[in-house]
Every structure is written in structure tokens, then in C-alpha cells.
């Protein structure tokens, strides 16, 4: 039987042309105004464009966000992914303080937290303080925290955890065998969820890497707004591209995995 | 010789004693249940087994050798567990093939043992399916299948069919015995089923409280019951509170109704006893003036089990089940009133002890079995 279906009340396209509005207005306007020449201000030229492209600060700084994102992660996963299992496993009571205790950098500001981190830091070694590889990055694995952790707890509440780590044990394989070989690929969405939040709050971070004076996509990206409004607007619109060129490939990891969980759920 | 040997394992969990120093003796290839209702440490004891947990005092042997501390990825001990334990991240041929792949086992030997397996199991076309893609009695059976495919020293079952539909717990019991007759393996099997666990075995262990109450062949469970219990819990029984009257006869009163059973020649007079009588052995016809062991009374409910119904009936105060073939249980509806022949004289006699009873919940089989 085909299932119909269900017609949607005249209203309601009302509501979703003015949703649409209220998001691709402003995107249009940025986007119109990108075309605009710098010189004359006159429609339509792709120079803008151009010129972000051919701007060594731009690839530059890209570069080093992008790094420092992927730093990140890596971080991420592998302090985050055994401390949720273990807790998953052996100290659930724990769950809610982890859980609180992500919450933290949500309520601290950025700007209190970057005062708290070079103060903690200032004795360190130049290498580390002095590089955005080092401190800056542990500034971002604190920011990441609750991003990974509320995926990566969905992910493991999602599985067995239990059952497959004995059953894998029972089959003769160690920890980490049981880490990387069973559990890892079953939270594999949850990880990469986690990963791409990561990869988005890098890329758009301003306050830390200012205030610790390291010269990232988003310090760039304020750079060129204060200084040539036309490069700006396509600036703005290709860093949006990149993110949401991030959230679709999450998109479409997140469906196909969603379809086999479905298909889980349904068998049990 | 004993291949599997649990030696006063004890296990607690705070205030309860979830085990209480059990003991345990299984030959090589035997295949033992451990049976009890929900709490009674039948899983703890085969998780102690497996290596999951650790006992606070006691041994596990195998083969002789002490594997108390052991890992349980040292174990080699196949498992099934009550849950789906497949990896989903793997197909049926990979989940079989896992273990394998642990213990570096060449492709060619490793494929064909999974190819063996799956056939054993009857799922030799569905070793690509994932997970997702089998319904549950098929995803046993490869949690079966990767459980034998390492040679396990001792397979343990942790009530893998509690989560299937009736008519393939049947066939699945079935074949998890086929297979462990034809490999030979030795296996612990945990169930709260007591059909199934009498129709599989050859021992049959009852647990209750963390104790084992009694361990035995299922026909001698069933047949000799050691403890109030046993009786109650193995099959259905009748159990008539009474007082020795006159042991020379072997006069039991009961309800108002003197029982003369062989037994309680053996016992005080004045002494409490329980008797045990199974439905199946009560005959029970329309009242016709109370003959010797008969109790006289109402039918007060009948239960349709297929080819028998179970009528309840009442008498002086005391409850009575039968047994009856259903096309002649139609004669004595509800209300009739009844004489209910008892086999008190070969029927089995147990001391009253001042501890209550323990109250089971009756479930009557299903339809059919």
C-alpha cells in the first residue's frame, strides 16, 4: 500500500517562504553586494573574489585554522572516546558530572577562560606557549569538550556497550583491540559529529587567538572587514561555504548511518 | 574426571549474597543448566565463569587448572549472550570470523571455519547479512557459530533464547543441543525456563537465593524433588501442608482430610510435613462419596492448555490443581462439585521447616507445547 502523504495547510507555506526569507535574504544581500567592484561599487564583478583568493593571508591563515581544527580533533578522540567509554563501562555514576562538567565552557566566557589559560600556561616552555600548535589548541580542546562529549555520549548510549565489550573480550581480543576494532566503528557518527562541531568552532574562533595574538582564519577574515568591505561580503560567503560543505558531508555520514540504526532499533 | 569444577564460589554485592558458595562438578562434553528464577545467581555464577567478574572467595578450575584470575580474553570460553551481541559494524561471516582473526589464524583456515560454521548453524547463505539484516533467532545463531568458531574450552549460554518468540525457542534449543552432542563441548546453559532446561540437559542444577538446591538428571528433578523449592519450581505441584498423625499407617491430616501416604512411616508422630503431589497424577471425577486419599470439593476455574486443562479446585480450606485431558475436563465445569483422587501413597514427603514457603509465580505452558 502506497502511503499518502499528508497535504500541508496553505499556512504553512506561508511560514516556510518566510523562514526561508528570514535566512536567504541576508545571504542574497551579502552575496549581491560581493559583486560589487571595489573601485566604483558598481555591479557585477567577481573581483572580490579574486581577490580573497589570490591573498597568501588567506591560504595562510586557512591553512592554520585548518590544522589547528584537525589538532584538535585528534586531541579530542582520543582523550574523549576512552574516558566515555570507560565511564559507559565501569563508572556510570559518573555520567552526570561529566556531563556538568561540559557544561563549563558553555558558561565560562572566552574571554575569562583565555586570562585563566595564559596565566596557567605563562611558565611554560616557548615552544609550547609561544606556538598556536600548543597553547592555543588546549584553549580549543576546553572549547570543543562539550561538542565531543554530548556526541560521543549519544553515540555510546546508542550501542550495547556492555554486552560487546564482553562479548569481544570473550572472543580473546584485549582493550584495545575492543576500542579500535568493535566499538570505535559502532560510534563511528557519533565521533565524526563530534569531530565536525570541533572542526566549525575552529575555524570561526576569534576572541582566544586574538587575545592570545595568533594569527588564525577568523583574525583574518576580521582583518579584511575592517579594511575592504567588498572582499569582505566574499570572504564571509566563502567561509560560510567551507562550514557548510562541513555540515553536509556530516549530513550525509550522519543519513546513512541513521538507516542502519533504524534498521537496528526495528530488529530488536 | 571433572572438567569444570566451581568450588565455594562466593559473591557479594554489598548487603546481598548473590552467590553463597557454590559448588559445582561437570564432566568433559556434559552440558549443564543452571536454573532458577530472576536473582537467584544462576548469570553471576556463569559471568564468574566467563571471567566478567571476580568471586570473593572460591575457585573455578578447568581441565585442572586454576583459572580464578584469569582474563577473560585468556579464558577461552565461547559465549552467547542473553542481549544481541553481534558487532554491527560486521557481517555474520566477520563476526565468526573475529575471534579467528585474534588468534592470527591463516585466511584459508579462517574461511573455511566460518564456511563450516555457518553451515552448522543453517545460515550458510546469510554469512554477508549484517546484523541489521537478520531476525533474532538468525543472530543467535551466529553469536552461536562465532562462540564455537574458537574452540572454546567451555561454552557458556547466557539465556540466549529469552529474547525469541516461543515456536523458534523450540527449534533453537533443540539445535544448540544437536550441536553441543555432535562437537562434544562442555556447556553451561542459564535459564529461568525450566522446560527448557529439563528438555536440553544432562544435569540440571537449581539455584535459588545463591545456593544450588539441588543438582541432578532433569527425570530425577523432576521425578524426586529434594527441597519445597525444587518441587515448586520444576513443574507444577500440589503442596499440602499436613501433621504425621499416626505413623504406623502413615496417616498424614491435611486440610480436614486424612491422607494415608507410605512415606510418613518413617516420620514422628505430630511431625510437618509437605506433600507433594504432581496435577497430572490427580484424578478427579464427579462427587461420588470420598474413597480413601480423596478430597472432596469444588471446581472453582479451569485453564485451557491445549491438550489438557487445569481445573483449580477447592476443598476444606486447601487448593488443589489437576490435570485433565481436556475433552473430559468439559464434563466437570466450574461450580461441579468433585472428588479429587490423590496418589498420596507413593507420593513424596518433605519436613516442614519453619522458614515460609517460597512463592513462584505459576505460569502455565503455553498452547501446544
Redesign the interface.
Given at each position: 500500500m502506497r502511503l499518502r502523504m499528508p497535504r500541508m495547510a496553505p499556512s504553512a507555506y506561508i511560514w516556510l517562504f518566510l523562514g526561508f526569507a528570514y535566512f536567504f535574504i541576508p545571504l542574497l544581500a551579502t552575496f549581491l553586494f560581493s559583486l560589487d567592484k571595489n573601485s566604483t561599487g558598481k555591479c557585477c564583478t567577481l573581483h572580490s573574489y579574486g581577490w580573497v583568493i589570490h591573498n597568501p593571508g588567506f591560504w595562510h591563515t586557512l591553512k592554520v585554522s585548518f590544522l589547528l581544527a584537525l589538532e584538535t580533533i585528534a586531541i579530542s578522540l582520543a582523550l574523549f572516546v576512552p574516558t566515555v567509554y570507560w565511564v559507559h563501562l565501569k563508572v556510570p555514576k559518573l555520567r552526570p558530572v561529566l556531563a556538568f562538567m561540559a557544561l563549563i565552557p558553555f558558561v565560562v566566557p572566552p574571554i575569562v577562560l583565555v586570562v585563566g589559560l595564559l596565566d596557567v600556561y605563562r611558565g611554560t616552555p616557548a615552544w609550547f606557549y609561544a606556538k598556536p600548535w600548543g597553547f592555543l589548541v588546549v584553549a580549543y580542546v576546553i572549547l570543543a569538550f562539550p561538542y565531543m562529549f554530548f556526541s560521543l555520549d549519544a553515540g555510546f548510549r546508542s550501542?550495547?556497550v556492555h554486552?560487546?565489550t564482553?562479548?569481544?573480550?570473550?572472543?580473546?581480543?584485549?582493550w584495545v583491540?575492543t576500542l579500535l576494532?568493535?566499538i570505535l566503528?559502532?560510534i563511528?557518527a557519533a565521533a565524526l559529529a563530534g569531530s565536525f562541531l570541533a572542526l566549525a568552532i575552529v575555524m570561526g574562533e576569534f576572541t582566544i587567538a586574538n587575545l592570545s595574538q595568533f594569527y588564525t582564519f577568523p583574525i583574518f577574515l576580521q582583518y579584511v572587514n575592517e579594511t575592504q568591505a567588498y572582499p569582505a561580503a566574499a570572504l564571509t560567503l566563502m567561509s560560510f561555504g567551507i562550514t557548510w560543505a562541513a555540515m553536509l558531508s556530516l549530513l550525509f555520514i550522519g543519513r546513512k548511518r541513521g538507516q542502519?540504526a533504524a534498521?537496528?532499533t526495528?530488529?530488536? | 574426571m571433572a572438567y569444570l569444577e566451581l568450588q565455594g564460589l562466593v559473591r557479594d554485592f554489598g548487603t546481598v549474597k548473590a552467590l553463597d558458595g557454590i559448588e559445582i562438578s561437570l564432566g568433559e562434553g556434559e552440558f549443564l543448566s543452571l536454573l532458577g528464577p530472576s536473582g537467584c545467581g544462576k548469570t553471576t555464577a556463569l559471568r564468574l565463569v566467563?571471567?566478567?567478574d571476580r568471586p570473593d572467595a572460591g575457585r573455578i578450575v578447568v581441565d585442572g587448572k586454576d583459572v580464578t584470575r584469569v582474563?577473560?580474553?585468556?579464558?577461552?570460553?565461547?559465549?552467547v549472550?542473553q542481549?544481541?551481541?553481534?558487532?554491527?559494524?560486521m557481517s555474520a561471516r566477520q563476526n565468526v570470523e573475529?575471534?579467528l582473526r585474534?588468534?592470527g589464524k591463516e585466511r584459508g583456515d579462517r574461511r573455511k571455519r566460518v564456511d563450516d560454521l555457518l553451515e552448522l548453524v543453517g545460515l550458510a547463505a546469510a554469512g554477508d547479512r549484517?546484523?541489521?539484516?537478520?531476525?533474532?533467532g538468525m543472530?543467535q545463531r551466529v553469536?552461536l557459530a562465532?562462540?564455537l568458531a574458537?574452540e572454546p574450552r567451555v561454552l557458556?549460554l547466557d539465556e540466549p533464547l529469552s529474547a525469541l518468540d516461543a515456536k523458534v525457542r523450540v527449534q533453537l534449543r533443540e539445535e544448540i543441543r544437536r550441536i553441543q552432542l555432535e562437537l562434544g563441548i562442555t556447556t553451561l546453559y542459564v535459564t529461568h525456563d525450566q522446560e527448557e532446561a529439563l528438555s536440553v540437559s544432562d544435569h540440571v542444577a537449581v539455584m535459588y537465593r545463591g545456593r544450588i538446591e539441588q543438582m541432578g538428571a532433569p527425570a530425577e528433578m523432576y521425578s524426586a524433588p529434594a527441597t519445597p523449592f525444587v518441587a515448586e519450581f520444576i513443574g507444577t505441584m500440589n503442596r499440602l501442608e499436613g501433621t504425621v498423625v499416626d505413623p504406623s499407617t502413615g496417616a498424614v491430616e491435611t486440610g480436614g482430610v486424612t491422607l494415608i501416604v507410605e512415606a510418613a512411616k518413617a516420620k514422628p508422630r505430630g511431625a510437618r510435613v509437605l506433600v507433594l503431589i504432581r496435577p497430572e497424577t490427580v484424578e478427579v471425577a464427579a462427587a461420588n462419596g470420598a474413597g480413601a486419599n480423596t478430597m472432596t470439593g469444588e471446581v472453582l476455574t479451569h485453564t485451557f492448555l491445549g491438550p489438557v486443562t487445569r481445573l483449580r479446585i477447592t476443598s476444606s480450606g486447601a487448593s488443589l490443581i489437576a490435570d485433565m485431558p481436556t475433552a473430559r475436563a468439559a464434563a466437570l465445569p466450574p461450580g461441579s462439585k468433585v472428588d479429587a483422587a490423590l496418589p498420596a501413597a507413593e507420593a513424596r514427603l518433605l519436613d516442614l521447616t519453619d522458614e515460609p514457603l517460597p512463592e513462584i509465580a505459576e505460569e502455565p505452558a503455553p498452547v501446544g507445547r
Open positions: 550501542i550495547d554486552t560487546l564482553e562479548a569481544s573480550h570473550s572472543l580473546g581480543a584485549s583491540t576494532k568493535v566503528p559502532n563511528r542502519r534498521f537496528l526495528g530488529a530488536r | 566467563a571471567g566478567f582474563a577473560p580474553n585468556k579464558r577461552d570460553m565461547g559465549m549472550f542481549a544481541y551481541s553481534l558487532f554491527p559494524n573475529f575471534g585474534i588468534r549484517y546484523p541489521y539484516q537478520l531476525s533474532g543472530q553469536a562465532r562462540a574458537i557458556l
